[in-house]
C-alpha cells in the first residue's frame, strides 16, 4: 500500500509523428483515457482500449510494457479492426454530433457533478503550518516550564 | 518470468527501500547536526547542512514511499533481442475457428528484406523500418498511417476536461480561505522567532 495514496496509473504509447518519427511514451490513464499533460493541463487524449494493448518486450532504453498505437489525426488508432465498430465513434460524424462522443462527455460531466471538494495545496498547507505553530509554541511553553 | 527479469525486479524493489530507508537515515542524521549546532550556535554552515538533510531526506522519502506503491507489470514472452534490429514490427493474430483477431505483439527484429522507409525512434535516435503483420497473406507489410482525419486528440481532450462545466461546480473560496495560510505563515514566523530569542545563547 503507498501511504502517500493510490499511484496514478500509466501505459506505453506507441505515438507515431506527423514528422515520420515514432515515440515510446508513458501516459497517464484517467476515465479509460490515455491523457497527455502539461503540467495539470490535459491537451490530448485517446480512448484506451484493452483489446488493443500490444505486449511488447522491451529494447535497450525502451522498458517493457502493454503498447498501445496512437496518432494526432484520430483518438483511437487499430489498424487491425479489433474493436467492434460500435465501441468506437462514428467516423461518418461530426465531434459534436457523435453519439459516443457526447456519451463520453455526459460521463465526464457527472463526473464533475459529484466528484467531492479536494483539499487545495493552500489548506494542506494551511494545516502544516498550523501543527508546526502548535509545535513549537509548545517546545517554548515546556522550556519556559523547565525555566 | 526469466532470471534476468526476477533479478531486474527484485533490484527495483531494493531501489525503492534504499531511497525510502536513505532518506529517514538523512532525516535522522539532520537532527542530529542541528543538535549539534543548538549547542554551539557558531557555525551557521552546520544549520544549513541541517537543512539540507531534512531536504534530501524528505524527498528520497517521499520518492521511496510513492515507488512502493507502484505495481510492475514484466511482460514473459519475447526477450529483448541481442542480436542488431533494424525493424520494428506490429503483429496481430487471427483466431481461424472464431475470426477473432487479437492483438499480439510489438518486437523489435531484424528484417532481411524491410519494406518502406526508415522512420526515426526519438527514445534513442536510432531509425528502423515500421511493418504490420497482414494476418490475410501473413507476411509483412510497410506501415502506414491513415491519411483521414476524424477526432482530434487536442478536441478529445476538451471533451475529457468539460472547462466550461467544471467551471460551474468549482468550490467558491471565501476571503478568510484566501488568507489563511498567510496567516499561518506569519503565525510560524513569530512562533520560530519567539523560539530563538528565547533561547539562551552559549
Keep these: 500500500m503507498n501511504p502517500l495514496g493510490p499511484p496514478k496509473e500509466r501505459r506505453t504509447q506507441l505515438y507515431f509523428r506527423d514528422d515520420g518519427k515514432f515515440t515510446f511514451r508513458k501516459l497517464f490513464i484517467e476515465d479509460t483515457f490515455l491523457i497527455e499533460k502539461v503540467r495539470d493541463d490535459i491537451i490530448k487524449g485517446w480512448k484506451h482500449f484493452y483489446k488493443l494493448q500490444f505486449p511488447f518486450a522491451g529494447l535497450k532504453g525502451i522498458p517493457a510494457d502493454m503498447v498501445t498505437l496512437g496518432f494526432d489525426r484520430d483518438i483511437v488508432l487499430d489498424p487491425y479492426n479489433i474493436v467492434d465498430a460500435k465501441d468506437k465513434p462514428d467516423k461518418h460524424k461530426k465531434i459534436n454530433e457523435n453519439k459516443w462522443i457526447t456519451d463520453v462527455a455526459d460521463g465526464q460531466r457527472y463526473k464533475a457533478q459529484n466528484k467531492p471538494h479536494s483539499m487545495f495545496m493552500a489548506d494542506k498547507l494551511t494545516i502544516f503550518l498550523g501543527v508546526a505553530t502548535v509545535l513549537v509554541a509548545l517546545s517554548i511553553g515546556i522550556r519556559a516550564a523547565w525555566g | ?202
Aim: glycine share 8%.
Design chain 2, 1 to 202: 518470468m526469466d532470471k534476468k527479469q526476477i533479478k531486474e525486479k527484485l533490484l527495483k524493489n531494493k531501489k525503492q527501500w534504499a531511497y525510502l530507508i536513505g532518506g529517514i537515515v538523512c532525516v535522522i542524521f539532520g537532527f542530529f547536526i542541528a543538535s549539534i549546532w543548538g549547542t554551539q550556535r557558531e557555525n551557521m554552515g552546520l544549520a544549513l547542512m541541517a537543512i539540507a538533510l531534512w531536504a534530501i531526506g524528505a524527498f528520497m522519502a517521499y520518492r521511496g514511499f510513492k515507488q512502493i506503491g507502484d505495481t510492475d507489470v514484466v511482460i514473459v514472452g519475447t526477450k529483448k533481442p541481442d542480436t542488431p534490429v533494424n525493424s520494428l514490427n506490429i503483429y496481430a493474430k487471427k483466431d481461424k475457428t472464431t475470426g477473432t483477431i487479437y492483438s499480439e505483439k510489438i518486437v523489435f527484429e531484424m528484417v532481411e528484406e524491410p519494406l518502406g522507409q526508415p522512420q526515426q525512434c526519438t527514445n534513442n535516435g536510432r531509425w528502423y523500418y515500421v511493418h504490420l503483420w497482414n494476418i490475410e497473406t501473413e507476411a509483412l507489410e510497410a506501415f502506414a498511417l491513415p491519411d483521414s482525419q476524424f477526432f482530434d486528440p487536442r478536441e478529445f481532450a476538451n471533451v475529457i476536461k468539460m472547462p466550461a462545466h467544471n467551471k460551474l461546480f468549482e468550490r467558491q473560496i471565501s476571503t478568510f480561505q484566501k488568507v489563511a495560510p498567510w496567516i499561518m505563515v506569519a503565525a510560524f514566523g513569530i512562533s520560530i522567532l519567539g523560539l530563538v530569542m528565547t533561547t539562551p545563547v552559549g
